[in-house]
């Protein structure tokens, strides 16, 4: 990542930019071809490291306040619901009908996930967490996500 955010959610979007655009990538791609497979490994790679980072991050941390359990709770479900789809895909044979079909309802999903994110995590996070908390946590974030995206190379 080129310059540090200054905040947790700037962070997060940073990532979340990247995760729409090979999302939307993969769905252009036929067949089991060597760019499917590179733009699917980088997907799942972009995946696994933000939700382990978010996770331990930015929902963690607003499970700390009552008024961010219930949200944080959907969001950790959803990333359950990704990672399962992203392993139901690995399963898949690439040149089947059937993956880019699946690869559309894991992208669907991940939009939905980060516009809901962005819209209502975001505002709520903004009100519970306080602007050191939030330099803090993007930092923290930063270090775990560049550390498993290390990992998976």
Known sequence: MADT???IFEALRESHELQRSLALQVLQTSGDTPERHALFKDLREELAAHTLAEDRHFYVPLMQHDAGMDLSRHAIAEHHEIDELVEDLEKTDPSSPGWLARARKLSE???????????????????LLTA?????LARDYLADYEDAKAAAA
């Open 5 to 7: 955010p200054s905040n």
């Open 109 to 127: 999903k991940v939009h939905h996930h980060l516009e809901e994110e962005e819209r209502k995590f975001f505002q709520m996070a903004g009100k």
């Open 132 to 136: 050191q908390q939030k330099t803090a």
